[in-house]
């Protein structure tokens, strides 16, 4: 934290300080063309079917590509953490650190989320968002982040000296082993840093210290998504809740989450621009 000071301040401190900032990754290449014909598509969208998250557990949900996916509030304001893999190869996975050096702290309509190394493309567009009207308030917060990594076992322990097993964490590595029936271990390897849905984050502007508020979302409320690829969803009911006052307990307040998934004519997608793995060749510099 750089709030503790142990250095001197050198006397050149004035020449060092000052520089304008310069946005590291600019994104208006990488600019969705898609979205207009995505937004005429979904007017035409058919349910198939529905997957409901029960509080404090995690379950899988499939989605072929060219198909749309919400995931929804239905019963009580409730924070999920979301997991995506190509559902063909799960080493290529969602790659939160990336999405959001391209986007930013928060995502929301038109966004991508980008899948891992060496793949690097995007695995599916956000579409729709019933909150994208609370913007960014006085604290800096707002909802759908790719800042936190997930509510896990691992941090409760080191800070609380707790055993608790139905953190974000262990619910995703619980419904791949349940659901995908995968090994324990093989299945805790390939949960990764979430997008964290509905969940109203940012940072302190003191200590610059993540934190979290009641997120606004409540039944009726929907993050909608496009998959560029045929995708393994995983999704966890947060066990904060509505992550108003803690996490990673049995004391919040939790309520179900559903998954919807929805098919259109691909008629109404025919001119869209494909999402295409990365043709970097590889070599690394090495000859």
Same mark, same amino acid.
């Given at each position: 934290m750089k709030i503790k000071k142990f250095?001197?301040?050198? !006397?050149?401190?004035? !020449?060092?300080?000052?520089?304008?900032?310069?946005?590291?990754?600019?994104?208006?290449?990488?600019?969705?063309?898609?979205?207009s014909i995505l937004h005429s598509a979904r007017q035409h969208l058919v349910k198939i079917s529905d997957v409901t998250i029960p509080p404090r557990d995690a379950k899988i949900f499939e989605v072929k590509s060219g198909q749309f996916f919400r995931i929804e509030s239905i019963e009580g304001p409730q924070v999920g953490d979301l997991?995506?893999?190509?559902?063909?190869?799960l080493e290529e996975k969602f790659y939160s650190g990336k999405t959001r050096a391209l986007y930013?702290?928060? +995502?929301?309509?038109?966004?991508?989320?980008?899948?891992?190394?060496?793949y690097l493309r995007s695995l599916a567009t956000i579409t729709w968002d019933t909150l994208d009207w609370y913007d960014y308030d006085k604290d800096g917060g707002s909802v759908h982040d790719v800042i936190g990594t997930r509510c896990d076992p691992y941090t409760s322990k080191l800070l609380t000296n707790n055993d608790y097993h139905y953190c974000c964490h262990s619910n995703l590595t619980r419904a791949l082993v349940r659901e995908k029936k995968l090994k324990i271990d093989d299945a805790?390897?390939? #949960?990764?840093? #979430?997008?964290?849905?509905?969940?109203?984050?940012?940072?302190?502007?003191?200590?610059k210290q993540?934190?979290?508020?009641? !997120?606004? #979302?409540?039944?009726?409320?929907?993050?909608?998504f496009f998959a560029e690829t045929d995708l +393994?969803?995983?999704?966890?009911?947060?066990?904060?809740?509505?992550?108003?006052?803690?996490?990673?307990?049995?004391?919040?307040?939790?309520?179900?989450?559903?998954?919807?998934?929805?098919?259109?004519?691909?008629?109404? +997608?025919?001119n869209l621009i494909p999402s295409k793995i990365s043709d970097y060749n590889r070599k690394h510099g090495i000859i």
């Amino acid at each position: 934290m750089k709030i503790k000071k142990f250095s001197k301040k050198p !006397s050149d401190f004035e !020449s060092r300080v000052g520089g304008e900032p310069v946005v590291c990754y600019p994104n208006n290449t990488i600019e969705d063309k898609n979205l207009s014909i995505l937004h005429s598509a979904r007017q035409h969208l058919v349910k198939i079917s529905d997957v409901t998250i029960p509080p404090r557990d995690a379950k899988i949900f499939e989605v072929k590509s060219g198909q749309f996916f919400r995931i929804e509030s239905i019963e009580g304001p409730q924070v999920g953490d979301l997991n995506l893999f190509n559902s063909n190869n799960l080493e290529e996975k969602f790659y939160s650190g990336k999405t959001r050096a391209l986007y930013g702290t928060h +995502l929301s309509v038109g966004d991508k989320m980008f899948s891992s190394f060496p793949y690097l493309r995007s695995l599916a567009t956000i579409t729709w968002d019933t909150l994208d009207w609370y913007d960014y308030d006085k604290d800096g917060g707002s909802v759908h982040d790719v800042i936190g990594t997930r509510c896990d076992p691992y941090t409760s322990k080191l800070l609380t000296n707790n055993d608790y097993h139905y953190c974000c964490h262990s619910n995703l590595t619980r419904a791949l082993v349940r659901e995908k029936k995968l090994k324990i271990d093989d299945a805790e390897k390939i #949960v990764h840093d #979430v997008l964290n849905v509905f969940m109203l984050t940012g940072f302190t502007n003191d200590t610059k210290q993540y934190f979290m508020k009641a !997120s606004p #979302v409540r039944p009726g409320d929907y993050l909608e998504f496009f998959a560029e690829t045929d995708l +393994l969803g995983a999704l966890s009911a947060c066990p904060g809740g509505d992550c108003g006052s803690e996490h990673s307990s049995d004391n919040s307040k939790c309520f179900p989450l559903n998954v919807s998934i929805w098919k259109v004519d691909q008629e109404y +997608l025919k001119n869209l621009i494909p999402s295409k793995i990365s043709d970097y060749n590889r070599k690394h510099g090495i000859i």
